[in-house]
T-cell receptor, first 113, second 116 residues
Framework: GQNIDQPTEMTATEGAIVQINCTYQ??????LFWYQQHAGEAPTFLSY????GLEEKGRFSSFLSRSKGYSYLLLKELQMKDSASYLC??????????????FGTGTRLAVRP | DTEVTQTPKHLVMGMTNKKSLKCEQH?????MYWYKQKAKKPPELMFV???????INESVPSRFSPECPNSSLLNLHLHALQPEDSALYLC???????????????FGPGTRLTVL
């Protein structure tokens, strides 16, 4: 099974940088995803990591350390529209799991002017 | 194009009603998913279809019945639901069995279900 932890809420200022952490314990690991979800809307894919290191995509970057069971999502030059929930999700490709994706509790980010 | 569509957007039903949720994708994806999401909670996996066959059922009550008529369509049939089943029901699809970023799941906008 999977156990995934994220902070429940964070607040940051427009234009600043924020780092959202995710720790996980897993019986099988085949990749970690970050999704953004605005209230009442569907999750949208942000990034994917399977090897250790940093993946950069514009204002968003994601880091993974498999040995530490740790990832973070880094958001730069924050904009008001970045106020949303950020979901960390781990994929388990064990024999009985198929394409199973387990989500963390999500971090609600509020960006203030 | 990473679009997954779902109908209806909103559904209100009584506990004795029978209704269906529909999901469609035309990305050639071979895995499709149903999730349930309560307010301020993460999505919870319900069912996974891989190559039109049910591969995962997360011990979902039988009042929820999934169906995959073909590789582009996924239905969720609802019968005798309870008020606690009220939630956002999300459909997703992915390339299925794929490693790497090719296995990314893409979500539809969801159906907001209210059971009275």
């Amino acid at each position: 099974g999977q156990n995934i932890d994220q902070p429940t809420e964070m607040t940051a200022t427009e234009g600043a940088i924020v780092q959202i952490n995710c720790t996980y314990q897993t019986s099988g690991f085949n990749g970690l995803f970050w999704y953004q979800q605005h209230a009442g809307e569907a999750p949208t894919f942000l990034s994917y990591n399977v090897l250790d290191g940093l993946e950069e995509k514009g204002r968003f970057s994601s880091f993974l350390s498999r040995s530490k069971g740790y990832s973070y999502l880094l958001l730069k030059e924050l904009q008001m529209k970045d106020s949303a929930s950020y979901l960390c999700a781990v994929r388990d490709m064990g024999k009985s799991s198929g394409d199973k994706l387990t989500f963390g509790t999500g971090t609600r980010l509020a960006v203030r002017p | 194009d990473t679009e997954v569509t779902q109908t209806p957007k909103h559904l209100v039903m009584g506990m004795t009603n029978k209704k269906s949720l529909k999901c469609e994708q035309h990305m050639g994806h071979r895995a499709m998913y149903w999730y349930k999401q309560k307010a301020k909670k993460p999505p919870e996996l319900m069912f996974v279809y891989s190559y039109e066959k049910l591969s995962i059922n997360e011990s979902v009550p039988s009042r929820f019945s999934p169906e995959c008529p073909n590789s582009s369509l996924l239905n969720l049939h609802l019968h005798a639901l309870q008020p606690e089943d009220s939630a956002l029901y999300l459909c997703a699809s992915s390339q299925g069995g794929a490693s790497g970023a090719r296995g990314t799941q893409y979500f539809g906008p969801g159906t907001r279900l209210t059971v009275l």
